[in-house]
């Protein structure tokens, strides 16, 4: 089951399916990942406490510029875009906008959706797991490990343990969307950051971020079809790769981008003075 963790005090992660290249969850639970062509299904090896999951063996080569990788690329190809359309329907600029509560509900539902696709003949199997995310406090690169007790925690990223477990298109196309969450989140600044806990704006930002990733990938897939004599691909986007997500770009008036921003900033005042009321009690 393709694990995702947000809330309120991460960006949300890119979503992959196991299949194919992509590293495991800490704890799977159901189905677990699925083995390379033509090797046996195989455990992943248990992580250390505090540790991400190693791959398990066979399942998720280090490589991935062989020609038979292209159709599992085309896989990923196509399961990134359904990704970036579903969180298209969250957001403002969808014409029959889905609502959710926060962002958690948000990503529960999308990746509720991404499973059941998964499972129909089009979705091709699989399940899915996040590796990494960015950290709106500071607007870097982070793991989220799951420990025994269920809590997630923040972890330092390592980009040397990345390199040792993905290959080289797979983590490219993952840190092109991650470079696009930080982007939005350098540029949203200490006085909009609040923006971020709002789950039409976070489904906007995942279609620009998931847009990063696929031009990455489409480039790296018809690379390879030359080589290979494969047709190659032609991606769809939603979005011109210069839009920057702001307020103003995200809302469809300056007046419902303002109504918001005043209605964050009245809540982290309410906040904040129930959080000097609690510690003056202590």
């Known amino acids: ?18 299949s194919g290249f992509q590293l495991p969850t800490p704890k799977p639970i159901a189905p677990p990942p699925m ?3 033509g090797q046996p299904a195989r455990a992943p090896a248990p992580a250390k406490a505090g540790e991400p999951a190693s791959p398990a063996p066979g399942s998720y080569p280090k490589n991935c510029d062989r020609c038979e990788d292209y159709p599992k690329l085309m896989k990923e190809l196509k399961e990134q875009e359904w990704l970036r359309s579903k969180f298209h329907e969250y957001s403002p600029w969808s014409s029959y906008q889905l609502s959710a509560s926060d962002v958690e509900d948000l990503q529960r539902r999308v990746t509720r959706s991404f499973n059941e696709w998964l499972n129909t003949p089009a979705g091709g199997g699989g399940a899915g797991a996040p590796a990494m995310g960015t950290n709106p406090d500071d607007c ?16 330092p990223y390592d980009e040397k343990w990345m390199r040792d477990h993905y290959c ?19 540029e949203l600044g200490a006085k909009n950051k609040n923006f971020l806990t709002r789950p039409e704006f976070v489904a906007a930002d995942e279609v620009k971020a998931y847009e990063a990733g696929i031009r990455v990938l489409e480039k790296a897939i018809n690379d390879l079809a030359k080589r290979c004599h494969e047709e190659g691909t032609t991606a769809t986007y939603k979005l011109d790769p210069n839009q920057k997500i702001s307020p103003s770009t995200v809302y469809k008036t300056e007046e419902e981008a303002r109504r918001i921003a005043d209605l964050l900033e009245r809540q982290q005042r309410e906040a904040d003075a129930q959080k000097n009321k609690n510690q003056g009690r202590k």
């Not at 963790?5 to 992660?13: D, Q, T, V």
């Not at 793991?143 to 923040?154: E, Q, S």
């Open 168 to 186: 080289p298109t797979v983590l490219a196309f993952m840190k092109a969307h991650e470079a696009s969450h930080q982007r939005t989140c350098r």
């Open 140 to 155: 870097t690169l982070v793991f989220f490990v799951k420990g025994p007790d269920g809590k997630t925690t923040i972890k």
């Open 1 to 18: 089951m393709k694990r995702t963790r947000l809330a309120l005090l991460l960006l949300p992660l890119a979503l992959h399916s196991q």
């Open 35 to 37: 083995p390379a062509p």
